[in-house]
């Protein structure tokens, strides 16, 4: 996940409960609540989310400005896996065009059956790069688009 | 210190016809005295936390402040209703109105602040700046009925000037001008703003001193005596507006002070002035100017309060009250420093007024830190009065502890739900010239956001939740998470941002 914060490019990977950052720092991460976080041990708490393109946030009494461009006007090439995991179903094939929330892939990780959505409407499928069964490891190219 | 008088044989109903914070802290000082608040609310503010503070309050009803704190009448009758003999008007909406001061005496109600006569002084500012000019320098300028004269005056003492209302107050309708052609254009709208907002379509013209600082003087006087705690340091603003205040003044040397308090004393003395009342300056160049006295009770006197120890509203009350000043100017005796910081419910970066419900308020409890406030968890901020939404108050021996204080509280002070103030606040407790002292009123507009490395990590974070990272650290068997939500941001291009984030809107 790319975000920009105050202008600052960040390359966010989650691992786990490590989240690593620009290929570099890994970083342990809990969620205490839908606001609050610790990062190594330093507690964080989100006050105020505004709308908009950046959006700001307000974390600690500080204010951040956050960009991420919204998905339906994003260039979408690929699917990946988003955690590791072993493909149970595989629902579309080369050459289809897929809708908005059509479930492409089902993914099942730490016991649990994760459905993995398209995320733009008349999407054609180019590639489908694994079968059924299959083994994944998070990041995993599973499905490009043309 | 002032117990050596007791109150607690009269039997004096007080109605506060004010609203939120002020409301509160009136209260609280009324019930110190032995005296029983009543309070007023509009049907904005039937769920205001000050009705809770009051022994009983009346519903006035109406949701702007005309149909409800300005309306004298409903005022005026529900103290009447309540059995209150006196009445105390906070800051803002009825508090400088010489009329509802007179209209209180008509009604044998007492007024509590300045008389009638003192009032229509302070609130006419030909008149007041006529009064001062007798005692000390005034800014070059007078009150003009036509645009010949502006121009004529304009001419004389040379631009920019600025267009003030003569009836108005806390720094609305104000108009820099920097030719003859903006003159030309903006007087007869000036006059016109000038009767919507005041009632009167009088002005005048000043020359502008382009950023000098804000000092102001609290004194408090009675009949016979005239005091003063000391001054307050107000260069921090915006549109005209108050953001941070800090007592004692980091550029005043003791000679300076020595002379603006002298010479607000006697500008006081001169107005024939009674209860508190603050004298407020320009500085620049080491020189004073004296702009206007304010005669109510004022957002920023807590800072006044920690570092004297004197309870201004006590001494309003016993004033009022007849009971005369409890305290000599040998009495006062200023120790440490204090700064308070407004938290208003706006944008932090724009300042756009913005009402809204508070999901959480938590305030950290810690030591030297007072918090004025009539906000809680759950509370929706309606829409028609001002955005002030809390006031912090950080005091200490030293100037830079009372500046860490405040920098601590404020990371832990949680205001959910709208955005606040805060930021603008830490930004500003982080910057060189804040630090320094070295700070005027155009200290705003080379303000840039403070924030940290590890917080941006955290922005970034959080801004992928609700349902993003909620997987991170729960049970395996909750994790339910929509998985495309965490893989749809690998490919996004970069998002490249004109928003400029470098600056505050003044």
Redesign the interface.
Known sequence: ??????????D?E?VG?K?R?NNDDE?I???LN??E?K?NE?L???????EG?????????????????S?IH??????????AGRIVKVLVDAGSIVLKDQVLFV?EA???E????C?ANGKKVKEIKVVKGQSVMT?EVLLIFE | MCSHFDLSSLSENVLIANRGEIAIRIARTCKKLDLKPFGIYSDADKNSLHIKYCEKAVDIGGFTPAESYLNMNKIIEAANALGCELIHPGYGFLSENPDFAMHCKREGLTFIGPSYESMSITGDKARSRQVASRITSIVDGGEVSNEVMAMDLAEKIGFPVILKAVQGGGGRGLRIIRSFEELKEAFADSKNEAMISFGSDRIYIEKYIENPRHIEVQVLADDSNVIHLGERECSVQRRHQKLIEETPSPVLTVEMRNSITKTAIAIINEMKYTNAGTVEFLFKNNKFYFMEVNARIQVEHPITEVVTGVDIVEQQLRIALGDGLMIKQEDVKSKGHAIECRINSE???SFVPTPGTIT?FLTPELEGIRIDTAIYSGYSIPSFYDSLIAKVISSANTRLEAIEKMKNS???????????T??F???ALNDARFISGNYDTSFIDELK????K?????????????KK??????D??E??????A??????????N?N?N?NKWVR
């Open positions: 996940m790319k975000i920009k914060v105050n202008n600052t490019q960040y966010i989650i409960d989240v950052v970083l991460v809990k969620q839908s606001d976080l990062i330093k964080f708490h989100l006050d105020f989310t505004g393109e950046p959006s700001i946030m307000i974390i600690n009494g500080m204010v951040y400005t956050v960009s991420k461009e998905p994003a260039s979408i090439k690929e699917i990946k896996a988003p955690i993914l730490m016991k649990m994760n459905r993995l959505l995320p990041g | 944008h932090p970066l959480k404020l990371m832990l002070l949680r205001v959910t739900g709208i955005p606040s805060i930021p606040h830490i930004s956001p403070f924030s940290s590890d917080g941006e990590m955290a922005a970034a974070l959080l801004s992928l939740l609700p990272i909620e997987f991170l650290n729960k395996v068997q994790m339910a998470v929509d998985p495309w965490i893989s749809r941001f690998d490919t996004i291009d970069l998002f941002s928003y984030i």
